[in-house]
């Protein structure tokens, strides 16, 4: 499997970092069913992946995800993925925060 969103786009699940690969398959979002489709990934369709629209479009969904996981509370404000229950990820930086 290819991911599609987030830090590790375009890498081969299996060869992402263990921690990322275990936090990836802790998110219900990611183990729910894709039921909902999402009209910029549909605009991808036929994509060659060269066009300025594709790369656009691409950047669109990479943004549009990476509010998502900020606003589900997934991601950190530093950029690093955290759990949704911690104010902070685990990093150096913001556990020293405040
Ligand atoms: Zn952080």
Known sequence: MTLRFGKFKGQKFNNTPKWYQEWLLKQD?????????KPLHNQLNGWDGYSS???????????Q??????VLGLECKC???K?????Y???????IEG
């Open 79 to 81: 950029g690093l993925p």
């Open 53 to 63: 629209r594709g790369q656009a479009i691409y950047d669109a969904i990479f943004q």
């Open 29 to 37: 979002w990611f183990n729910a069913p894709k039921t909902k489709a």
């Open 89 to 95: 990820c685990s990093g150096d930086y913001c556990s």
């Open 65 to 70: 995800e990476q509010n998502e996981m900020i």
């Open 83 to 87: 759990f949704k229950e911690d104010e």
